[in-house]
C-alpha cells in the first residue's frame, strides 16, 4: 500500500471529475487518430509510452512494488483495461464520439452488478430500474440512423462498456492491499504489450515513417493527459472513493464527449440521440446516486480487503 497519507474525500472525488473531462476529450482525438493507428497498434504504442514515462516519474515507487502480488494484479487489470480500450477504439471506427461516449458508459450502471457478484450485495430496486432505462437509452442511441439494427460500432462499445466496468470493480478490489500507482504502471505494461502482438497479428503495420507530425501530437495528448494523468487520477481515487460514486462522478465522460464531439467533431444531436442521451444518463445517476443494500456484518472494506487478499 501507499505510504502517503491519504488527502480530503474530495479531492479524489475531484480527480474522477477531472479524469471524465479529459476522457471526454479523447474521444474526437482518438477519432482523427486511428485514421493513422490501427484500433491495437493505437493501444499498443499508446499504453507502452505511457508505461514508461511513469516508470520514469514513479521509479522508486515502482522498486518498492515490486513484488509478485501487485504484479499479478497489474496483469489482472492490464487484460481487462487491453479488452475494454480495443473494444471501445473497434467501435468508435465505426460509430461518431458522442455515440461512442455515451454508450461507453453504460459500465456506471452495470458496476452495481458487478460488485454484487463480487461482494455478495444484491443492488436496489433503483439499480433495477435504471437497468431498463439504460437499456432503452442503448436502443435509442444504437438505433438511431436509417437502420433498425444494432449496428457493429455501437455494439462494440457496448462490450467495451462491459470491460470497463469489470476493470473499475477489480480496481476497488485489487487497490485495497496493493500501491494504486504501481498497478496503473503495470497495467499499461501489460496491455500496451497486448496491444503490439494483436495488432502484429491482425492489423497492418502503421507506417511510421510517413504519419503526418499531427497524429503524433494527437497521440502524445493521449499518452499524457488521457492516459498518465487521467488512469493515476481513477486509479488512486478508487482507493478511498467507493466503486458506485466513483463511477458517477466519471459518468460524466459521456456529457463531455457529446459536448466536444459537438463543438470540434460536427456532430448533430438529432431527437432520438438527445432522447437516447437523457435516458441512459438518467439510468446512471438514478444507479449510483442510492446504495447499495448494507450486509448486516461486513462492511465494504472490509470485504474488499477480504477479496483482495484472495487475489
Keep these: 500500500m501507499s505510504r502517503l497519507h491519504p488527502l480530503p474525500p474530495l479531492v479524489y472525488k475531484l480527480m474522477c471529475v477531472a479524469a471524465a473531462l479529459i476522457w471526454g476529450s479523447s474521444f474526437v482525438v482518438m477519432k482523427d487518430t486511428i485514421d ?10 499508446r499504453f507502452l509510452a505511457t508505461a514508461l514515462v511513469l516508470s520514469i516519474v514513479f521509479a522508486g515507487r515502482m522498486r ?16 481487462l483495461i487491453f ?7 473497434v467501435g468508435l471506427n465505426f460509430t461518431t464520439p458522442g455515440k461512442n461516449a455515451f454508450l461507453t458508459d453504460i459500465y456506471c450502471v452495470l458496476v452495481p452488478f458487478m460488485f454484487w457478484f463480487v461482494t455478495r450485495r444484491r443492488p436496489t430496486r ?16 444504437s438505433l438511431s440512423g436509417d437502420s433498425l439494427a444494432v449496428e457493429f460500432g455501437d455494439l462494440m462499445t457496448i462490450i467495451g462498456g462491459f470491460f470497463f466496468g469489470a476493470h473499475m470493480v477489480a480496481t476497488a478490489v485489487l487497490a485495497k492491499t496493493r500501491d494504486a500507482v504501481a498497478l496503473t504502471v503495470y497495467q499499461f505494461w501489460i496491455s500496451g504489450a497486448l496491444g503490439i502482438v494483436v495488432g502484429a497479428a491482425t492489423e497492418p503495420m502503421p507506417a511510421f515513417a510517413t504519419i503526418p507530425p499531427a497524429y ?10 488521457c492516459t498518465c494523468v487521467a488512469m493515476v487520477f481513477q486509479n488512486t481515487a478508487l482507493k478511498y472513493v467507493h466503486p458506485s460514486q466513483a463511477a458517477l462522478l466519471l459518468s460524466l465522460e459521456s456529457v463531455f464527449g457529446v459536448a466536444f464531439s459537438v463543438a470540434l467533431y460536427g456532430e448533430t444531436l438529432t431527437l432520438p440521440l438527445l432522447a437516447g442521451f437523457v435516458l441512459i444518463f438518467a439510468a446512471i445517476v438514478l444507479s449510483e446516486a442510492f446504495p447499495l443494500k448494507k450486509k448486516p456484518r461486513k ?11 484472495q487475489v
Design 83 to 89: 479488452a475494454a480500450y480495443w473494444t471501445q477504439t
Design 299 to 309: 462492511t465494504d472494506a472490509s470485504i474488499s480487503d477480504d477479496l483482495s487478499a
Design 64 to 79: 518498492r512494488a515490486l513484488d509478485a502480488s501487485t504484479l499479478r494484479g497489474g496483469s489482472i487489470l492490464g487484460l
Design 36 to 45: 493513422a493507428f490501427p484500433p491495437a497498434w493505437l493501444i499498443g504504442v
Design 216 to 225: 503524433f501530437g494527437n497521440m502524445a495528448y493521449l499518452v499524457i493527459m
Design 126 to 141: 433503483y439499480n433495477l430500474i435504471a437497468a431498463a432505462l439504460c437499456i432503452t437509452g442503448v436502443g435509442f442511441v
